[in-house]
Protein backbone atom coordinates (compact mmCIF):
# COMPACT_ATOMS: atom_id res chain seq x y z
CA UNK A 1 0.00 0.00 0.00
CA UNK A 2 1.61 3.73 -1.30
CA UNK A 3 0.38 6.67 0.59
CA UNK A 4 0.40 10.30 -0.58
CA UNK A 5 -0.30 13.03 0.75
CA UNK A 6 -1.13 16.89 -0.89
CA UNK A 7 -2.19 19.93 0.14
CA UNK A 8 -0.07 21.12 2.44
CA UNK A 9 1.38 24.79 2.55
CA UNK A 10 1.18 28.35 4.31
CA UNK A 11 -2.16 28.88 5.23
CA UNK A 12 -3.40 32.05 7.61
CA UNK A 13 -5.03 31.58 10.52
CA UNK A 14 -8.62 31.37 10.59
CA UNK A 15 -8.74 29.84 6.92
CA UNK A 16 -9.68 26.33 6.10
CA UNK A 17 -7.12 24.26 4.91
CA UNK A 18 -7.89 20.52 3.22
CA UNK A 19 -4.93 17.87 3.06
CA UNK A 20 -5.89 14.76 0.53
CA UNK A 21 -4.19 11.40 1.03
CA UNK A 22 -4.48 9.05 -2.01
CA UNK A 23 -3.93 5.43 -1.43
CA UNK A 24 -2.62 2.83 -4.27
CA UNK A 25 -2.32 -0.81 -3.54
CA UNK A 26 -4.34 -3.81 -2.42
CA UNK A 27 -7.20 -1.48 -0.22
CA UNK A 28 -9.66 -3.84 1.18
CA UNK A 29 -13.21 -3.24 3.03
CA UNK A 30 -11.37 -3.78 6.48
CA UNK A 31 -8.51 -1.15 5.99
CA UNK A 32 -8.43 2.54 8.07
CA UNK A 33 -6.71 5.65 7.74
CA UNK A 34 -5.61 7.64 9.99
CA UNK A 35 -4.05 11.35 10.04
CA UNK A 36 -0.79 12.50 12.38
CA UNK A 37 0.93 15.43 12.72
CA UNK A 38 4.51 16.14 13.94
CA UNK A 39 5.54 19.46 14.93
CA UNK A 40 9.44 20.55 15.76
CA UNK A 41 10.44 18.85 19.16
CA UNK A 42 7.42 16.93 19.76
CA UNK A 43 6.09 13.31 19.31
CA UNK A 44 3.97 12.50 16.57
CA UNK A 45 0.49 12.78 17.52
CA UNK A 46 -2.54 10.88 16.17
CA UNK A 47 -5.40 13.26 15.48
CA UNK A 48 -8.56 11.09 13.41
CA UNK A 49 -8.94 7.74 11.89
CA UNK A 50 -12.05 6.67 9.85
CA UNK A 51 -12.85 2.97 8.83
CA UNK A 52 -12.78 2.52 4.81
CA UNK A 53 -15.61 0.54 4.98
CA UNK A 54 -18.90 2.46 6.89
CA UNK A 55 -16.82 5.61 6.94
CA UNK A 56 -17.19 5.94 11.24
CA UNK A 57 -14.48 8.20 12.70
CA UNK A 58 -12.67 9.03 15.72
CA UNK A 59 -11.12 12.21 16.55
CA UNK A 60 -8.76 12.90 19.46
CA UNK A 61 -9.80 15.84 21.50
CA UNK A 62 -6.65 18.09 20.58
CA UNK A 63 -8.91 18.46 17.36
CA UNK A 64 -12.36 17.07 17.83
CA UNK A 65 -14.72 19.76 16.42
CA UNK A 66 -11.97 21.65 14.18
CA UNK A 67 -11.07 19.12 11.71
CA UNK A 68 -12.69 16.51 9.80
CA UNK A 69 -11.48 13.18 8.12
CA UNK A 70 -13.64 11.96 5.34
CA UNK A 71 -12.92 9.44 2.74
CA UNK A 72 -13.72 8.87 -1.05
CA UNK A 73 -14.04 5.36 -1.80
CA UNK A 74 -14.42 5.53 -5.59
CA UNK A 75 -10.48 7.40 -5.80
CA UNK A 76 -9.38 5.62 -2.76
CA UNK A 77 -8.52 9.33 -0.98
CA UNK A 78 -8.91 10.38 2.24
CA UNK A 79 -9.18 13.59 3.49
CA UNK A 80 -8.21 16.02 6.26
CA UNK A 81 -10.07 19.15 6.62
CA UNK A 82 -9.10 21.80 8.98
CA UNK A 83 -11.45 25.00 9.66
CA UNK A 84 -10.22 28.17 11.40
CA UNK A 85 -6.39 26.67 12.11
CA UNK A 86 -4.04 28.29 14.39
CA UNK A 87 -0.31 28.88 14.21
CA UNK A 88 -0.41 25.87 17.45
CA UNK A 89 -1.51 23.45 14.29
CA UNK A 90 1.85 24.22 12.34
CA UNK A 91 3.34 20.73 11.81
CA UNK A 92 4.44 18.11 9.34
CA UNK A 93 1.00 16.24 8.57
CA UNK A 94 0.90 12.18 7.98
CA UNK A 95 -1.51 9.99 6.60
CA UNK A 96 -1.17 6.15 8.03
CA UNK A 97 -2.86 3.48 7.07
CA UNK A 98 -3.69 -0.57 8.49
CA UNK A 99 -4.98 -3.42 7.02
CA UNK A 100 -7.66 -5.96 8.90
CA UNK A 101 -8.05 -2.46 11.25
CA UNK A 102 -10.82 -4.37 13.39
CA UNK A 103 -13.44 -2.75 15.73
CA UNK A 104 -11.02 -0.72 17.85
CA UNK A 105 -9.84 2.70 17.17
CA UNK A 106 -6.23 2.64 16.32
CA UNK A 107 -4.36 5.51 17.89
CA UNK A 108 -1.13 5.24 18.07
CA UNK A 109 1.57 5.56 15.70
CA UNK A 110 2.74 1.77 15.95
CA UNK A 111 -0.85 0.60 15.14
CA UNK A 112 0.07 1.78 11.33
CA UNK A 113 2.39 0.15 8.61
CA UNK A 114 1.36 2.29 5.70
CA UNK A 115 2.34 6.28 5.99
CA UNK A 116 2.48 8.81 3.72
CA UNK A 117 5.77 11.12 2.90
CA UNK A 118 4.55 13.86 5.35
CA UNK A 119 2.97 17.46 4.13
CA UNK A 120 4.48 20.48 5.71
CA UNK A 121 1.49 22.89 7.12
CA UNK A 122 2.63 25.94 8.43
CA UNK A 123 -0.20 28.62 9.58
CA UNK A 124 0.50 32.26 10.39
CA UNK A 125 -1.19 34.22 12.43
Known amino acids: VRLVETGGGLVQSGDSLRLSCAAS????????MGWFRQAPGKEREFLAQ????????HYADSVKGRFTISRDNANFTAYLQADSPQPEDTAVYYC???????????????????WGQGTQVTVSS
Open 25 to 32: GLIFNSFA
Open 50 to 57: IRWSEGST
Open 96 to 114: AGVDNAGTGWKITQFDYPY
